[in-house]
């Protein structure tokens, strides 16, 4: 009886209970059906490897945890949001089975599904926060596209909400600057719905200037003439009157309508974005807005390279002012490049500890850029070679050189250089790549180059093509770098397989650049007077451009380190002999009595860039040495010369690539190429070669060179026939003394890594009076 009495009031404690949420669900409203959004604590990651920065893992920050994203019903619209999240415009792909590894912790998203405009990943379908029945080996990943999203912001990118400003131009007002580039001078202006509108200048000062002028890709700005522009905000005259502005430079005749969208601006001058100052919106109707002022006028400096408009004088002017004390090296682009300073007479980096926009935009503006658009971190420009200077640069933004920001110099433990600070600053608009375009390739990185002629005063461009003649690595750097395609994979001097264009005409040739260009025209050519022997369409000049490049450095320690000479019988170099790795006397010799002199050394080859080192010519069309049983990739991949101080070369030698492999690699970096076996050649990123000092050919025949002080010389890939990031540092310089006997290897160093001033004093080494090295 007790049994059934307690199972009874069990029974009535649920029905009321029962009753008591019925009533309290009826008297509130129904919870939304869809999972909802987790809120403001969302945050999103890339994470695994190998991967570039735009793609990986796909890692997300919910309830305080960091989990993944399992792929189960993924899609590019899912991809598509999480890229946007990340601030990236738009998704390029996606990947499952978690290609990029395997990731920890909880397994935050199942069957997520989007139709690709959401604002937020927990604004899609899926099964809620934490309920998955995947494994790590489903985690998903994503490849989105390398362009920031204008304005946005996480640890080092622009941050612009949707209320803020995001895209400003400035707009020329007189005639004669409607055609001229860079506009330096105009009206600001803002993105407003299908159109642009304008800033009251109420409270406009050159402070705001300088973060217009930064935005722009200019140094710093300069004071206006306010008055002048006081005509543009004023109601259009009468036709008769139009001429009345006589010999002023004449305005624009059709005046704009002037629709005023912000007000009160306010920067402090550090900011890299207008969207990061203080200002209000007009709201309602503005028509009436802004009656004590005018539209916002700013005027800037351009910086050296965009000052006049040849670009291979502007890079020679600006060599002649002097060496800076701060530069940009491995970038594609202009204005863009791991961040590289100089200290006692010696280049090296800056690691990335705190490096953000304000440090980062100072550099750019002390290099005569304008303000930072990104400051990038863990190498993404390649990795620097020497010391690392700098480490916690911390600057306010308004110093004139990086030197004067507070920082720490490094220990050996602090950093290394795929810590390797970098930057991409903004640069003014100069219109190259609208002079330029490729045709018939199979994706819009490839093609036969097409450049526009005639373009000027609103004509329409002649489009052309250019002759193949002589086209090489270096011109289609420049190519590929007006195109805005990053790096050169390949030169092309024929493109029959690309013919599918109704351009037929060729219209430039003797093109010859030096590899800095911005654009084609600044190169030497042959102008209005063609002289091409072959016209025809097969013969025209292509490019194969890439987002990424190697960069091959010498090791210069062990080349000091592994120096000697030796004597060796003629009978045991036959087939050095065979493949020119021996003075021309050697021909002369009575073989096989008597002995060469060489000068024996370990090269070790390091490729520090962002793609791989592939020799230029496939495996079919590699050369078989049967003296020495092995195949040449490339005919020539170093170039060694012992010169006289003064320059004159007294010795040579090369070597051609027989065995282009990864010897060893940084720890973390799997080896990809050998040569056993008739395998792929190469160098992976990370990786290096070494030709040991035992090897046939790697040396100088010095058998005629007389006792006296000379350099050693080293080229790496010394006729540019693969594509590097940067050919400035492929040469590797050393002093020796020889006495006839024995030889003084010392100072070695790769060829842009000292000051001007250190490599003169390099060059005027006066030799050695003992063997004592200090």
């Known amino acids: 009886m007790g049994s059934c009495g307690t199972w009874a009031w069990q029974e009535l404690l649920v029905l009321l209970s029962s009753l008591l949420w019925l009533w309290a669900d009826s008297a509130q409203p129904t919870p939304p059906g869809p999972t909802p959004n987790p809120g403001p604590q969302l945050k ?35 991809a598509h949001v999480l890229c946007r999240h990340l601030g990236f415009v738009a998704a390029a792909g996606w990947a499952h089975s978690a290609k990029y590894g395997k990731g920890v912790g909880r397994i935050w998203l199942d069957n997520v599904n989007c139709a690709g405009g959401e604002k937020s990943i927990g604004d899609c379908k899926h099964r809620g926060w934490g309920n998955s029945d995947c494994s790590h080996e489903e985690d998903a990943g994503v490849v989105c596209k390398d362009e920031r999203i204008p304005g946005f912001k996480d640890s080092n990118v622009i941050e612009s909400e949707q209320s803020h400003v995001e895209e400003v131009r400035l707009r020329p007002v007189v005639s004669g600057a409607r055609r001229q580039l860079p506009v330096s001078e105009g009206i600001v202006e803002v993105r407003y719905k299908d159109g642009w509108a304008q800033i009251c200048d109420e409270g406009w000062d050159s402070r705001n200037s300088h973060v217009v002028c930064g935005m722009m890709g200019f140094p710093a700005e300069k004071k206006v003439n306010r008055n002048f522009y006081k005509l543009v905000s004023k109601s259009q005259p009468k036709q008769k009157h139009r001429e009345d502005v006589g010999p002023r430079k004449r305005l624009f005749s059709e005046r704009q309508q002037l629709n005023y969208r912000l ?16 200002f209000e919106f007009y709201r309602g109707n503005a028509s009436a807005a802004c009656r004590a002022g005018m539209p916002a006028v700013v005027s800037c400096v351009p910086g050296p ?16 002012q002097g060496q800076q004390r701060i530069r940009l090296k491995g970038g594609a682009k202009v204005g863009e490049g791991r961040v590289e300073v100089l200290k006692s007479s010696e280049w090296g980096t800056i690691c990335d500890d705190r490096w953000n926009l304000l440090s980062a935009s100072v550099v750019c503006r002390e290099l005569g850029f304008g303000s930072a658009k990104e400051a990038l971190t863990g190498a993404r420009m390649g990795q620097g070679t020497g010391p690392i200077h700098m480490n916690e640069v911390q600057c306010l933004g308004t110093e004139k050189s990086l030197w004067s920001c507070p920082f720490k110099n490094i220990t050996q433990e602090d950093c290394k250089h795929t810590e390797d600070a970098a930057v991409r600053c903004n640069i003014p608009y100069m219109g190259y790549e609208t002079l330029i375009r490729l045709s018939g390739g199979r994706s819009r990185f490839e093609g036969r180059v097409e450049v526009a002629l005639g373009a000027g005063d609103g004509d329409q461009p002649h489009w052309g093509l250019v002759c193949g003649e002589g086209w090489g690595t270096l011109e289609a750097m420049v190519a590929c770098r007006q195109l805005g395609l990053g790096f050169a994979n390949h030169g092309l001097q024929e493109t029959w397989y690309w013919d599918a264009s109704n351009v037929t005409e060729m219209v430039l040739s003797g093109v010859k650049c030096a590899g800095h260009e911005m654009s084609l025209s600044h190169c030497q050519h042959h102008g209005t007077s063609l002289n091409c022997r072959n016209t025809g369409t097969r013969f025209a000049a292509g490019v194969i451009c890439s987002e990424t490049a190697s960069d091959l450095l010498l090791h210069a320690p062990l080349v000091q380190e592994t120096a000697y000479i030796e004597d060796r019988p003629l009978h045991m170099l036959y087939c050095a ?18 002995h060469r002199r060489l000068l024996r050394f370990s090269s070790q080859i390091h490729n520090n860039g962002r793609a791989d080192f592939r020799p230029k010519a496939g495996r079919h069309s590699w050369v078989w040495h049967e003296c020495h049983r092995h195949y040449h990739s490339m005919d020539i991949f170093t170039h060694y010369d012992i010169l006289t101080p003064n320059g004159t070369k007294v010795a040579e030698g090369h070597k051609a690539s027989f065995c282009l ?35 046939d050919c790697q040396w100088i025949d010095i058998t005629d060179v007389k006792p006296g002080n000379y350099i050693l010389q080293v080229v790496i890939n010394p006729n540019f026939e693969v594509a590097e990031s940067d050919f400035t540092n492929n040469a590797m310089k050393c002093n020796c003394k020889y006495d006839g006997h024995r030889i003084w290897v010392h100072s070695c160093h790769i060829g842009d890594a000292l000051s001007e001033e250190a490599n003169r004093r390099f060059e005027q080494y006066p030799g050695q009076l003992n063997n004592q090295i200090s």
């Open 44 to 78: 999103f990651r890339l994470a695994g490897y190998p991967r570039k920065h735009n793609e990986g893992r796909v890692e997300v920050f919910y309830n305080d945890e960091w989990g993944t994203i399992c792929d189960d019903d993924f899609t590019l619209a899912n």
């Open 263 to 278: 007000h009160s601006v306010s920067c402090t001058g550090t900011e890299v974005h207008l969207s990061m100052c203080a």
């Open 305 to 320: 390279l965009f000052t006049t408009a040849n670009g291979h004088k502007k890079k020679q002017r600006q060599q002649q």
């Open 577 to 594: 002999a065979e493949e020119n790795c021996l003075a021309s006397s050697a021909r002369l010799a009575n073989w096989p009595y008597g």
């Open 661 to 695: 492999e990864d010897t060893e690699c940084e720890e973390g970096v799997a080896k990809r190429y050998e040569c056993a076996n008739f395998g792929e050649q190469g160098i992976t990123v990370g990786c290096w070669d070494l030709y040991r000092h035992d090897i």
